[in-house]
């Protein structure tokens, strides 16, 4: 197929579409032969698409072209006048029908879109068919006939219609832009993905981590050590021991019921707070409980029976238990701990934060199902423990023995109720030895009364009675009241308010000395020498002497006891005061009183610890003890003296007390228990001295209620026993010098 020229060249002044358009009035014809075709009235002009699609190689339609526009009378033979060729033009508007036989081409260009036409050789036109796609022959396109613009009116030619204007081609994809778009929401999709997975991995990561961990985590506590209890040489009056607490994980129980029948017997707790405790319930972040303790303090053999039962969910863990080595060695004063090693009564519960330390803690995570347990280089922290600090306390351990063993055998003579025997260094204030009657087993405490494990020493209210004596004769001898050589007339009996107060030993009128009247116990004696003191100077001493508050030893729930003000004594306060009755006091209250008088008239404060040692095992020592001065030295020394009276003259109310080789100075004395306000049946039976009235170190009292009386028996000889090991003890040589030879009836 011969190509044609891409831009025909094509008349301007030729009809765009063929015969079907008429020259208007004035318009010339640029080439000749053109007036003479379109005067001819019936004939009608080539035009339409079958013209445009006659073009000839040089661009031009048939009717341009005369060879085609022969007349039917010609020679077809002929060779027609010579024409000029005309240069073809260039531009969109020289082929008006270029874009839409491109559309109908498929968008190919003028040269391959059809091929060269080939002039008629006979008479008539001939156009030569364009080949197409396929092989096939294009058909000719039919001419639609021309239809003049205002009809056909004669002869004439049909008038031209006006030019229109060629519709814009189509405007093509553009290629670029799509591609732009397209790249455009790639990358904000995948922008917006990449963000949201650097969320999830960094931001929200931890906490879906943990979400997921939270489920298949398991709490155990891990126990801190209690601190030791030891005593002044160090050996131990409570420590902690390596026991074993028994465990239920309620998820993985599968029978509550028949476990806990089997697990009773062995932990000797009931099947019904065993099955309580199995129940699955939630915690307070609401997660399901995966621990509950079932009983702590198990020994290490009976764990190891619970394991070989091999319950479900049942399991075994390292703990502690408290034990006291003694049993009841100093259990009224040492106290217990609750089942989670918390300090309930005594020293445990006095110091409690500084022996318990902080518990720690060990969350690891564990599998599920059959898998429960720890999961190798799963999720695990440990926080440790930190123990807790111990205490030496001033308690001798040996002395603490023997104080509570001859306490004990003296109280079950005479069937007493309540005991209590306190010993002290009178020069440090400690304590050595603080006894109580009842005892218990600290290991075992729950089998006892309430009252039985008291510390009788510090909760024991009594009236002293004539213990309180030395009290009155110590301010009398400190303000001039009186001096050892004193002596008065001593009637049997005296009044105050009303109430006759009587001696016991009937001097008969006779002239009494000061040390017979302290050797006798007299009443009257001692309540002319309150008398000659006035009630304000009695109450000054009975508090500087400690009375009516607590010493603060140390001992949770110590008693303060009581003394009455000046404003409040009645008519026979007067009387009773001065002997030992209307005041409230403790033992210990009144066994610092006797160290005071011991010490050169200093009191000090009487405590039980000693030292403080640390988990790291440095030890820091207590705070020093409040003291204060009572009485001055020598007057101290004269009451000391005249202390003696009592063991040593005939007929002293304290002759048991009396210890071959030592000078003994002590005082008997007999009161009233007081529970609730109110004086209890019986009497309350004292005696408090001091090894050597020369040079003193220790102090004892003895307090012993005996409901049926015979409470004399028992303070005086206990007190002797005590002192003898006491001595024999810590080898206490005696001065050597003789006591002195008192008057008791001077002339």
């Known amino acids: 197929m011969t190509p044609r020229s891409d831009e025909p060249r094509r008349d301007a002044s030729v009809s765009r579409r063929g015969s079907s358009r008429s020259p208007r009035d004035g318009e010339r014809d640029t080439e000749p032969g053109r007036r003479s075709a379109a005067g001819q009235g019936g004939r009608s002009g080539l035009g339409g698409i079958s013209d445009a699609r006659a073009y000839t190689p040089r661009g031009r339609t048939v009717r341009d072209n005369p060879e085609l526009r022969r007349t039917p009378g010609a020679v077809s033979g002929a060779d027609p006048a010579p ?30 879109r059809t091929a060269r036409r080939t002039a008629p050789t006979g008479t008539g036109r001939t156009i030569t068919p364009r080949p197409v ?45 799509r591609l732009r778009l397209g790249t455009l929401l790639v990358l904000a999709m995948f922008t917006t993905i990449g963000i949201r997975l650097v969320a999830l991995q960094v931001v929200d990561a931890p906490e879906y981590a943990g979400g997921g961990v939270g489920d298949r985590l398991r709490t155990v506590v891990l126990p801190a050590p209690r601190g ?34 089997a697990l009773s017997p062995l932990l000797g707790i009931p099947v019904s707070r065993l099955t ?109 423990a930190r123990p807790g600090s111990s205490l030496q306390l001033t308690i001798d351990r040996d002395l603490q023995f023997m104080v509570q063993r001859i306490l004990t055998k003296r109280m079950q003579e005479v069937n007493g109720t309540i005991g209590a025997a306190v010993v002290l260094d009178v020069r440090s204030g400690e304590v050595l030895a603080q006894a109580s009657y009842p005892t218990y087993d600290a290991a075992d405490w729950r089998r006892y009364d309430a009252e039985d494990r008291n510390d009788a020493a510090t909760s024991f209210v009594v009236d002293p009675g004539s213990v309180h004596k030395p009290i009155v004769f110590g301010a009398g001898l400190e303000e001039g009241v009186i001096t050892p050589e004193t002596a008065w007339p001593t009637p049997y009996f005296i009044r105050k308010g009303g109430e006759p107060f009587r001696d016991t030993h009937n001097a008969q009128g006779r002239k009494l000395s000061v040390a017979g009247m302290l050797g006798f116990s007299s009443n009257v004696g001692t309540i002319r020498i309150a008398d000659k003191l006035g009630a304000e100077k009695v109450y000054e001493y009975q508090l500087r002497f400690g009375l009516g508050r607590p010493t603060g030893e140390g001992v949770p729930g110590e008693a303060a006891g009581r003394v009455l003000k000046p404003s409040e004594y009645s008519g026979s306060t007067y009387g009773s005061v001065p002997i030992g009755h209307s005041v409230d006091v403790t033992p210990l209250q009144m066994a610092a009183v006797y160290a005071a008088i011991a010490n050169d008239g200093t009191w000090i404060q009487p405590h039980l610890v000693r030292e403080i040692i640390g988990p790291d095992g440095r030890r820091k020592p207590v705070p020093a003890p409040q003291t204060r001065q009572v009485l001055r030295p020598e ?85 002797k026993e005590m002192m003898e090991y006491v001595l024999r003890h810590y080898r206490v040589p005696a001065t050597g010098t003789a006591p002195p030879k008192f008057v008791v009836y001077p002339q």
């Open 228 to 261: 030791t209890i030891y005593d002044r040489s160090g050996a131990a009056l409570a420590q902690s021991v390596e026991a074993r607490y028994v465990y239920a994980d309620p998820e993985l129980v599968e029978d509550p019921a028949g476990t806990a029948e």
């Open 83 to 112: 024409r000029a060729r005309r240069t073809p033009r260039t531009g969109r508007s020289a082929d008006p029908f270029r874009p839409a036989l491109q559309v109908l081409d498929g968008g190919r260009t003028g040269t391959a």
């Open 635 to 719: 007057t101290a020394a004269a009451l000391r003296t005249l202390l003696e009276a009592p063991v040593t003259i005939e007929h002293g109310t304290a002759r048991q007390a009396a210890i071959k080789g030592y000078r003994i100075a002590g005082k008997t004395g007999t009161g009233s228990r007081v529970v609730d306000g109110r004086y209890a049946p019986g009497e309350v039976a004292s005696f408090i001295g001091m090894d050597q009235a020369d040079d003193p170190r220790y102090v004892i009292a003895v307090f012993a209620h005996t409901p049926s009386g015979g409470g004399g028996d028992i303070s005086a000889p206990a007190f």
């Open 133 to 177: 796609r396929g092989g096939d022959v294009a058909k000719p396109a039919r001419r639609r006939p021309a239809e003049p613009a205002g009809g056909r009116t004669g002869a004439g030619s049909p008038a031209r219609r006006p030019a229109r204007r060629p519709r814009r081609p189509p405007r093509l994809a553009d290629t670029h832009r």
């Open 276 to 384: 309580e405790e199995m129940k699955q319930r939630k915690r307070p972040d609401g997660r399901p409980s995966r621990f509950e303790y079932l009983a702590r303090g198990v020994e290490i053999n009976t764990a190891e029976k619970i394991m070989e039962l091999n319950r479900a969910g049942i399991g075994t863990g390292r703990d502690e238990r408290r034990e006291v080595p003694g049993g009841d060695l100093a259990a009224n004063l040492l106290g217990f701990t609750s089942q989670d090693r918390v300090g309930l009564e005594g020293i445990e519960a006095r110091y409690d934060e500084l022996l318990r330390g902080v518990n720690g803690e060990r969350e690891y995570e564990v599998g599920k199902g059959e898998l429960a347990a720890e999961i190798p280089g799963g999720y695990s922290k440990v926080t440790e």
